[in-house]
């Protein structure tokens, strides 16, 4: 299995600003991904994060907006820009290193007022 | 579009009891079927998976039920404890091209002692 953090934990922001946030995966692991969830929903993938080349985006996600980096096989980031209230939210950093088996970080939560 | 249909929303079982989640989906290109536990404040961790060439998997007090046929899947925790009240959310991958899980809407379990 894979050990995921992401930093920060949680935070509060004004609007108009931007937040980057940390994973770290303790191994190796083939592909990252971002998620978000709203409180008591689903989780909504935002992107792939691939190593050494642009992340692909799922429908109604754009760079501009979440640009994630992925320079190594452990490390990722996700930046949320030109924050609204309507991107408050739980970010999740999420990774596998089989085919299969998906393990996701403790997320970040985050309040944009 | 969900491409994971999970149901009950939610259920209340005594200390002791069986609970049920279900899930339907209608990708017959899955191949690969998690369950993920979250507790409130915590990102999702994987609880038990099942490849469709297997009808059951076990797991201590866990287990899948796998239908190909009829496309759909089931979590059983038998002798549900209060420690088990958490949110499930049913899962299916398919791993090529893009490894991407599509998710259900989640069921919030709660164990009455």
């Known amino acids: 299995s894979a050990v995921i953090s992401q930093k920060p934990s949680r935070d509060i922001c004004q609007r108009g600003t931007s937040l980057t946030i940390q994973c770290q995966v303790d191994s190796q692991v083939t592909m990252m991904f971002w998620y978000r969830q709203q409180p008591g929903q689903s989780l909504t993938l935002i992107a792939t994060a691939n190593q050494g080349s642009e992340a692909t985006y799922e429908s109604g996600f754009v760079i501009d907006k979440f640009p994630i980096s992925r320079p190594n096989l452990t490390f990722s980031t996700l930046t949320v820009s030109n924050m609204s209230p309507e991107d408050s939210s739980i970010y999740l950093c999420?990774?596998?290193?089989?085919?299969?088996?998906?393990?996701f970080g403790p997320g970040t939560r985050l309040t944009v007022t | 579009q969900q491409q994971v249909k999970q149901s009950p929303q939610s259920l209340i079982v005594q200390k002791g009891g069986i609970s049920i989640i279900n899930c339907a989906y209608e990708?017959?290109?899955?191949?690969?079927f998690p369950w993920y536990q979250q507790f409130p404040g915590k990102g999702p961790a994987l609880l038990i998976a099942i490849r469709p060439d297997v009808s059951e998997k076990k797991e201590g007090r866990f287990t899948i039920s796998f239908n190909k046929s009829a496309k759909q899947f089931s979590l059983h925790i038998m002798d549900s404890q209060p420690g088990d009240s958490a949110t499930y959310f049913c899962a299916a991958k398919q791993v090529l091209p893009d490894y991407k899980l599509s998710f259900g809407a989640g069921t919030t379990v709660t164990v009455r002692a």
């Open positions: 999420s990774a596998s290193g089989t085919k299969y088996e998906q393990y």
């Open positions: 990708n017959t290109a899955f191949d690969y």
